[in-house]
């Protein structure tokens, strides 16, 4: 028989901001369990209740102690219902006016691949656990580019449910990501040596008469495909032998849209060679003949970089040429970004500094350039292979290793 609950186990008089703990006892099962309710707030100027439901009298009085506490510090949040699929949109639409397009759209399509794993779970309801299984079940999908977006994601999404006190913590933090799926490319090259460019250049000024101009200058000057495609001609002093990377033309849904560079550091003035300019300026006269040759056809586009009619470049047909160059000239699997990774290796191993490198390819953190960029290449391996005698050239003479490793005379 269910013992009945002492006047102490009752439901007592509490003082006014003290919450309260009341015994129920269930018909049915003749067992009791207390119902702990603290108050939260005013909300829509009512006050607001939280409540637990314990097993045993202690229980309560634990229960309400944390419960008090957590209102105390502000760490309680109001119950709600937001899922995470509404607080992603809400997340998003907050940031829309603070991203760049494409990053808007890569974090709406991200949104869309969460939505089966975890979209329906409650946003309270969401545990460090839940997050780690989206994680594993991404990874086994994509790689780790992929896995840090989503981390991102979510880490925003939930800073954002913290600030406005929808949860009291983020539940990304200290969960560990993944490996993910190895990069396609992770162990091709991701330069071309001085002959490989040679033979893709020399491809290119074969394949059609803008390819060469527009692929020798990204070569040169490390610039990103869209930087390249939105360049115009008075970003460009042949007379001073610079250009200035003021825009951006990226990809958004198939469709380019003009923007600033992708960082701070990305808007630069890089310089020109001699022999670039001179590329330039005949490329320039090239398309003033073009244009006085059309007539009312030509597209009338002040853009360096441009097809036989005037009009800019989409940057995807940038990359469809170099990919089709790079089969010409017997080197598949070369696509534009390579140029980029070529011109930075490529200066770095004829000893330009690697700050110089960085600032001209618009770095932000010189680890990028070192260590994501730089390609160590075949002929360096070699040119630094020294010999036993080279290598023990301040030794005396007569210390000489034979093969087991003993010095003789």
């Known amino acids: 028989m269910t013992k009945r609950p002492s006047k102490s186990e009752r439901r007592t008089k509490a003082p006014n901001g003290a919450g309260s703990i009341r015994p129920r006892k269930n018909k049915n099962t003749n067992e009791t369990t207390y119902l702990v309710r603290v108050t939260f707030g005013l909300v829509g100027g009512k006050q607001r209740q939280i409540s637990r439901v314990v097993a045993t009298a202690r229980e309560a009085e634990v229960t309400r102690a944390q419960l008090l506490a957590d209102v105390n510090r502000g760490t309680l949040s109001l119950p709600s219902v937001l899922t995470v699929r509404e607080l992603l949109v809400e997340h998003i639409d907050a940031r ?10 890569n974090n709406e399509d991200l949104a869309r691949r969460l939505d089966p794993l975890v979209g329906a779970k409650r946003v309270q309801a969401l545990k460090p ?9 991404l990874a086994g999908q994509y790689g780790a580019s992929m896995l ?39 162990h091709e090259n991701r330069a071309l040596n001085s002959w490989q460019l040679g033979a893709f250049l020399q491809a290119a000024q074969a394949f059609e008469a803008w390819a060469g101009p527009v692929f020798q200058v990204v070569s040169l000057t490390g610039l990103r495909r869209g930087e390249a495609a939105a360049l115009r001609w008075v970003n460009v002093d042949l007379d001073a032998g610079v250009l200035f990377v003021r825009e951006n033309l990226t990809v958004v849904r198939g469709r380019p849209v003009l923007g600033t560079p992708k960082s701070a550091a990305s808007v630069r003035r890089v310089p ?28 009338g586009s002040d853009h360096v970089f441009t097809n036989s009619v005037g009009a800019r470049f989409h940057p995807d047909a940038l990359s469809r040429r170099a990919r089709l160059i790079g089969e010409a000239a017997g080197l598949p699997g070369v696509h534009f970004h390579m140029l980029r990774h070529t011109c930075a290796s490529l200066h770095l191993a004829r000893g330009v500094p690697a700050d110089v490198v960085k600032a001209w390819l618009g770095h932000e953190d010189i680890r990028v350039t070192l260590n994501t960029y730089r390609m160590v290449f075949e002929s360096e391996h070699r040119a630094h292979v020294v010999g036993l005698r080279d290598l023990l050239r301040e030794k005396p003479a007569n210390l000489i290793f034979d093969a087991f490793g003993r010095v003789g005379a």
């Open 96 to 105: 829309r006016a603070h991203w760049k397009p494409k990053t808007t759209a």
């Open 129 to 137: 656990l839940d997050v780690q299984r989206v994680y594993h079940e």
């Open 148 to 186: 840090k977006q989503v981390r991102s994601l979510l880490k925003g999404a939930l800073d954002f449910a913290v600030l406005h006190e929808i949860v009291a913590r983020n539940v990304t933090a200290g969960v560990p990501l993944p490996k993910g799926q190895p990069s396609p490319r992770a």
């Open 272 to 299: 020109l060679a001699p022999e670039t300019v001179a590329l330039l300026r005949a490329w320039r006269a090239r398309q003033l003949e073009l244009a006085r040759m059309l007539g009312g056809k030509w597209r």
